[in-house]
């Protein structure tokens, strides 16, 4: 998706995004592939909250991902609700979609350096079972949802939970944001990327490195 030879490069389309990310709202554009080797984007109505609805294949058939950012008022890494959408993301994909199903987030560190990551589904349907499990595990130790709450509510009581982390790894000394995630959603069935400042390439942040609290990188085939 990074590579200028690729049907499917869409490096200018992010840069724009990087270019356009705010104190608050957020901005994004939906992936689609139309034919063999046809691919395509639509640009996303800006927010000016911090969420922005992402369309799926129910929506558009042909919609298999999509690229969103994060403004500087949250945290620069995936949240909860994101690996909902991810998660159907895939589950409306054509069949002959499903294996690039892909979202992607543009944001910047706390340093303001600009960040771009994806996500993808390893397995989905055990990657399903490991969101609902959570999502059971937060309706059960909180006293305002019960099994009837809407299921927002429980995606959002999901999020503080993993924001918890994510405060803890907001101190500099103990790691970062993406240590903070592999660590909560490492047995989820989902991978992270990362791309370079440059945006040529990926790597694939697999664990984390014990001495160092780091991700350890592995630079993909591009």
């Known amino acids: 998706m990074l590579d200028p030879q690729s049907p499917s490069n869409i490096k200018d389309d992010i840069e724009a995004l990087q270019q356009g990310i705010q104190p608050q709202g957020e901005d994004g554009i939906s992936i689609k592939k139309e034919g ?3 691919y395509g984007i639509d640009q996303l109505n800006p927010t000016i909250t911090r969420s922005i609805p992402i369309p ?23 949240s909860f609700a994101d690996l909902f959408v991810l998660m159907n993301l895939h589950f409306y994909a054509s069949i002959s979609n499903k294996g ?24 989905y349907e055990a990657f399903r079972a490991k ?49 903070a995630f592999i660590d909560f959603f490492q047995d ?9 400042p440059a945006l040529t390439s990926w790597s694939y942040l697999f664990d984390v490195d014990i001495e160092s609290n780091s991700p350890i990188e592995l630079p993909c085939d591009n």
């Open 188 to 196: 989820f069935n989902v991978s992270l990327f990362k791309a370079d």
């Open 131 to 179: 969101v609902y499990q959570e999502l059971n595990e937060v309706v059960n130790s909180s006293p305002f949802l019960n099994q009837n709450s809407p299921i927002g509510d429980m995606i959002a009581e999901a999020d503080n939970v993993l924001k918890k982390d994510y405060i803890f790894a907001d101190n500099a000394q103990t790691g970062s944001y993406e240590t």
């Open 100 to 123: 690039e199903v892909v979202f992607m987030l543009v944001c910047k560190d706390d340093q303001g350096n600009d960040q771009v990551y994806a996500l993808k589904i390893d397995d």
């Open 56 to 78: 799926t294949g129910k929506d558009t058939p042909t919609i298999y991902g999509a690229v969103h950012t994060h403004p500087f008022s949250t945290y620069p890494m995936f």
């Open 36 to 38: 063999n080797e046809v």
